[in-house]
């Protein structure tokens, strides 16, 4: 267990030899925070603060992760009608502004400045690659939790006491899947994250969202869209990316 993005992230792995997976943990500890890194909203060597800092029109080189977390981000925009959008308001710039090209050197071109905090989802893509670390190393199951979002894989099935909106606890059960949970006005935010905001149309009155999916990255951003939007674009989503709601 340490201390990453606000929270603490934990880390179990089975392998052949107790070597083996000490050092994937190890690997693994050291994915999560690279993700963290490049995409904290204000760090100064992050690729979200390198876009936020260029001139429209310039070209910015992305990492994977950062890459990986915007194409998703883009993505789910387009099928929420523009509902989920990791860019602030502070800026006149939108998800959907962003030109990315992928390949061995990823970027980004910002058409409209930007101002991106993606504290709601890179936690989640966090947690996954902390996953994939420990299946290249030769780990058969394993278990990475960063609090409230929690990713099983292999032959590990856990059943996990979830924490509703009042003070109650509830098992779910969890086979090489994900959970994430998110709060509204969360009081343990980490500082720098600023939130989601509700894009054309009335705030739900949602306060506190589950979604299972099959990798953390998605429950993570699907638990937005169960907080920020209606019902009926919420279950269409969740159906889209095979998830559930848990709460």
Do not use: W
């Not at 030899?17 to 890194?37: C, D, I, K, S, T």
């Not at 099959?214 to 907080?227: G, Q």
Request: proline share 7%; glycine share 10%.
């Amino acid at each position: 267990m340490r201390i990453e993005m606000g929270t603490t992230l934990v880390i179990e792995a089975r392998a052949p030899y107790p070597a083996q997976a000490g050092a994937a943990v190890e690997a693994a500890f050291a994915a999560a925070a690279e993700v963290a890194r490049r995409l904290h909203p204000e760090a100064p060597d992050s690729d979200l603060a390198a876009l936020g800092d260029a001139v429209p029109g310039t070209p910015v080189p992305l990492s994977a992760a950062a890459f990986a977390v915007l194409s998703f981000a883009q993505r789910l925009s387009r099928m929420s009608d523009g509902l989920f959008d990791p860019c602030l308001p502070t800026q006149p710039g939108r998800i959907g502004d962003l030109e990315l090209h992928g390949g061995e050197a990823p970027l980004a071109i910002a058409h409209r400045p930007v101002e991106i905090d993606c504290g709601g989802i890179a936690k989640g893509y966090a947690v996954d690659a902390a996953v994939e670390t420990l299946r290249s190393a030769g780990c058969s199951a394993g278990l990475v939790n960063a609090g409230g979002d929690l990713r099983v894989f292999g032959a590990l099935a856990e059943t996990l006491l979830l924490r509703g909106p009042g003070t109650g606890y509830r098992p779910v059960a969890l086979a090489d899947a994900a959970v994430a949970v998110s709060e509204a006005h969360a009081s343990r935010a980490p500082p720098g994250h600023r939130g989601y905001y509700v894009r054309g149309g009335a705030a739900s009155p949602r306060r506190y969202a589950a979604v299972r999916a099959r990798d953390c990255l998605t429950a993570d951003a699907l638990t937005k869209c169960v907080l920020l939007g209606p019902a009926t674009l919420s279950a269409a989503l969740l159906e889209a990316f095979d998830a559930a709601s848990l709460g």
